[in-house]
């Protein structure tokens, strides 16, 4: 007799004569080829796909983030809030693994980072594309205490200039590789510049807050930057300031170390999400850089910023898709555990077409984020914008069905969905808002738009 | 003695007055987003709400109470507009009283009598739904009459109180609870006492930082029970989902005024904000949700009676996600500050969301629809 366990309602079972994948064992084994009809579990199915380098990527991630990030999700999210830099012991001991096995250095190669040499092969933004899912998967708030850090690093490495890598990269990975994880933050918002920060046409008109005046042997900064991610434990940080008496197009990006006299972590944010992560008021007191640490020279901060934003914004877009997939993981199970009128949820129809709603809606932005992922050897800022807004907008959707789905169990934390809301939320301010991410597609495509602005001209392609 | 009915023209001084109460004595205490009042301060705050009226007591004398005179249009326009006021306060203390209101009206047509312990502010609440959803279009055919054996084993599981828990979102002073259970074969109401009900705390739910959120079950030998009607029940789910619709909506007037007020202070790309398509784009947008829910509640404000519960479904379904939309707005038209709890439009979206799950949520809105068939 068949029984539920065997089909779900609406559904033949699959040694059925009329299911498909009884009749594929049949098929010719030239035909067993070229079409399919496994069940195997989606995620594996994906990740062989991937070159094996990033497979085993994939799997080592995951496998990092359900054994360390997984158990300190809900303390972490419930924690109440902290004076800044204090973390539970637990924590600090996930970022010590963390660290040792190489999460906080994978943008470089070995020696200097973590990256295999056959994973070199790959751009470094699919890479961390990969893992920024796997992390949001299981914690948003623990992801991005690992993630800020890459973000703080990247000015470094984009600064392009060997010295500064060996003097100041290497040995934050080297640190991190000793199981003394050297964390690095990324400070260009501040009070009156947030989208400012981050679209040139705001940036125009904007008063630096920031200012770094020129004194014996380098400069003073002063001013505040505002909510830091990784504010509160970095122990040196990627710092933008205009020079003293110019405007934004001086931005010049300095390296911090966050025992300079004078720097002070004013307070974190209390954030709605992402809790396990401080958001930092920073305070710059005369805090003396010396001319060593300026970053890819005078005046570069500004290309040196939108490109890192250019290199972030497509894991950014992997963390949405970390959030869509946990939301429809978590949604699915639901589903088949939570019995109404005598059956599972998932029995019914109109639940099955939802989940399968969550997961095409999911599927379709890892498709694009890893679609531009794997090109982005020099990522493109319309390209990593695109899909920043597109892939965070979507994703928020996808968790509101999985909350929808629960209906009235949707807003108890122990189901866990209503963290991923809050923390996918976030993923559409940060990085650029939405709306300014929408801008900075047209701003790199106009010079594109302004000759089909004439009728003579060639048509474009999208 | 019937009640006296509520004059149109007392209708305005008396909102006037709720808008007083709420600026007065409920904006003090919820003022900090971050900070959800106490226990305490909500029982006292509770304690003004009934000597003031807005809370129903007696229910020999029921005044013009939070659903207090359903069958009058200017009453139940009174307790519309009452809990919009004070849900653009708080949300969830608005809940809290609509509830509490919901569950006096309910005792009062089922026939419970009250002692004065249950008749204590926030004393009562009610449980509007069973364990998940709208029992998808069993529910709906029950109510027209027209229920299958298959409905009637849904409805015995959607209701099955014992077996299953359900989760109750309400203010920690609760101490009686209505509920419609099933009981031999039929829809009743059982009011229960918090000690013969077990209950399992949950952890701080997403929203509404003021109530606790319990998984409640109770037996059937606890309690009294009754059966109910379709006009009963009907009725309690036509409050409830107007109820819930007016604090939606009162939410983001707060959120609308928050945004717009942001939007007309923060400068960024070299003017104040609100000079940007974008932001206009968000604002207009949080304007025409505040629109849709003034319009569809205006339609509503009728004698309950003259009130069809598929329309309110359909207002639900309609409405929530729009405000949940619109909350999210709120938030983004402040950018990065809108997200930290000590702002106020993070948690408005908190509760705006907590909302639409209520009392089974929306997701199955279309079944119910559809059950019910043409009216
Ligand atoms: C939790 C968190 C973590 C963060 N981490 C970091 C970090 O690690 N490092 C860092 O430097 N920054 C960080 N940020 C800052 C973040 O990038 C900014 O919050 C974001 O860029 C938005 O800036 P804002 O908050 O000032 O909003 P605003 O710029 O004030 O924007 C307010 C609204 O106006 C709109 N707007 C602004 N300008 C325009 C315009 N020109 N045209 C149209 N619309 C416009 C915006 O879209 C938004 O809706 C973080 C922010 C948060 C909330």
Redo the contacts with the bound molecule.
């Keep these: 007799m068949i029984n539920r366990a065997m089909h779900l309602e609406g559904h033949l079972p699959a040694d059925h004569r009329l299911a498909p994948h009884w009749q594929f064992a049949a098929l010719p084994r030239i035909a067993q080829q070229i079409t399919s009809y496994q069940r195997d579990d989606l995620w594996a199915s994906d990740t062989r796909r991937l070159p094996a380098p990033l497979a085993q990527l994939r799997r080592r991630a995951r496998t990092f983030a359900e054994t360390y990030l997984a158990p300190l999700s809900a303390e972490a999210d419930l924690a109440m809030h902290t004076v800044p830099g204090q973390h539970p012991p637990a924590i600090t001991d996930m970022l010590k693994v963390a660290a040792r096995e190489g999460w906080l250095s994978y943008f470089l190669p070995r020696p200097l980072g973590s990256m295999s040499w056959k994973r070199s092969l790959y751009p470094p933004v699919w890479q961390s594309s990969l893992v920024v899912e796997e992390f949001s998967r299981v914690c948003g708030g623990l992801m991005?205490l690992l993630s800020?850090h890459h973000?703080?690093c990247i000015p470094l490495l984009l600064s392009g200039d060997i010295k500064v890598i060996r003097r100041f990269l290497a040995p934050v990975y080297r640190s991190c590789h000793k199981g003394d994880p050297h964390l690095v933050?990324?400070?260009?918002?501040e009070?009156?510049?947030?989208?400012?920060?981050?679209?040139g046409?705001?940036a125009r008109d904007y008063k630096p807050g920031v200012v770094a005046s020129r004194c014996q042997g380098g400069w003073k900064l002063n001013g505040r930057?505002?909510?830091?991610?990784?504010?509160d434990m970095a122990r040196t940080l990627t710092v933008?300031a205009a020079l003293e008496g110019e405007g934004m197009e001086s931005w010049t990006c300095f390296y911090v170390d966050a025992a300079s006299p004078g720097f002070r972590v004013a307070r974190n944010?209390m954030?709605m999400g992402?809790r396990a992560?401080g958001?930092a008021d920073l305070e710059f007191t005369e805090v003396f850089v010396p001319d060593s640490h300026v970053i890819g020279g005078l005046r570069k901060g500004w290309v040196l910023n939108r490109a890192s934003l250019n290199t972030s914004r497509i894991p950014v877009a992997s963390m949405a898709v970390g959030f869509a997939r946990a939301a429809t993981e978590q949604a699915t199970t639901f589903a088949c555990r939570y019995q109404l009128g005598g059956k599972a949820l998932i029995h019914y129809q109109d639940v099955q077409q939802h989940i399968a709603t969550m997961v095409a809606e999911t599927r379709a932005i890892r498709s694009m984020v890893w679609q531009e992922a794997r090109n982005a050897w020099k990522p493109r800022q319309l390209n990593a914008s695109a899909c920043k807004f597109h892939a965070t907008n979507r994703a928020q959707i996808v968790v509101e069905m999985a909350l929808d789905l629960l209906a009235d169990q949707g807003g108890l934390q122990e189901q866990k969905i209503e963290k991923i809301f809050r923390d996918v939320r976030?993923t559409r301010?940060?990085?650029?808002?939405?709306?300014?991410n929408q801008?900075s597609v047209i701003e790199d495509w106009q010079d594109q738009l302004l000759p089909l602005c004439s009728p003579s001209s060639a048509p474009i392609g999208v | 003695m019937a009640p006296a009915l509520l004059a149109t023209d007392d209708l305005q001084p008396l909102l006037d007055e709720v808008t007083r109460f709420s600026t007065t004595e409920m904006a003090p205490i919820t003022q900090r987003p971050d900070l959800p009042a106490s226990a305490e301060a909500i029982s006292k705050l509770s304690q003004a709400a009934y000597d003031f009226g807005i809370l129903p007591g007696d229910d020999q004398n029921p005044g013009f109470a939070l659903w207090a005179q359903p069958e009058d249009a200017n009453a139940l326009a009174f307790s519309i507009g009452a809990l919009k006021q004070l849900a653009s306060v708080n949300a969830g203390i608005a809940l809290a009283w609509h509830r509490n209101a919901l569950a006096c009206f309910l005792a009062r047509s089922i026939g419970f009598r009250l002692n004065e312990t249950q008749q204590a502010p926030l004393a009562l609440t009610a449980i509007p739904t069973g364990h998940h959803g709208l029992a998808r279009g069993s529910l709906a055919r029950w109510l027209r009459r027209r229920v299958t054996d298959e409905d009637q084993s849904m409805l015995a599981d959607w209701l099955d109180r014992n077996t299953c828990n359900t989760p109750l979102t309400a203010p920690p002073q609760w101490q009686n609870l209505i509920w419609p259970v099933w009981h031999e074969g039929v829809m009743s109401w059982q009011l229960v006492h918090r000690s013969e009900i077990a209950i399992t705390p949950c952890r701080p739910q997403h929203g509404l930082d003021e109530l606790g959120t319990w998984q409640v079950s109770a037996g059937p030998a606890n309690g009294e029970i009754v059966g109910a009607t379709q006009q009963q029940v009907s009725s309690m789910l036509v409050l409830d989902a107007l109820g819930l619709l007016a604090i939606a909506a009162g939410t983001n007037q707060h959120g609308a005024a928050m945004a717009g007020e942001?939007?007309s202070l923060?400068?960024?790309?070299?003017?104040v904000?609100s000079q940007?398509?974008?932001?206009q784009t968000?604002l207009a947008k949080i304007q025409q949700a505040r629109w849709e829910a003034e319009m569809v509640l205006s339609g509503l404000t009728r004698p309950l009676s003259r009130l069809s519960l598929k329309e309110l479904m359909m207002a639900r379904q309609q409405l929530h996600p729009r405000l949940c939309m619109a909350a999210n707005l709120a938030m983004?038209?402040?950018?990065?500050?809108?997200?930290?709890q000590d702002c106020g439009p993070e948690k408005l979206l908190r509760d705006q969301n907590m909302l639409r799950f209520q009392s089974g949520g929306t997701r199955e809105i279309p079944l119910f629809i559809h059950a019910w068939g043409e009216i």
Aim: glycine share 18%.
């Design positions: 991005l800020a973000l703080g933050a990324f400070a260009i918002t009070p009156g510049a947030g989208s400012d920060a981050e679209d046409h705001g930057k505002c909510f830091i991610s990784g504010g933008f944010e954030k992402m992560s958001a976030l301010i940060f990085e650029g808002t939405n709306q300014i801008l | 942001f939007a923060r400068r960024q790309g070299g003017r904000i940007h398509a974008a932001v968000m983004q038209v402040h950018g990065g500050i809108g997200y930290m």
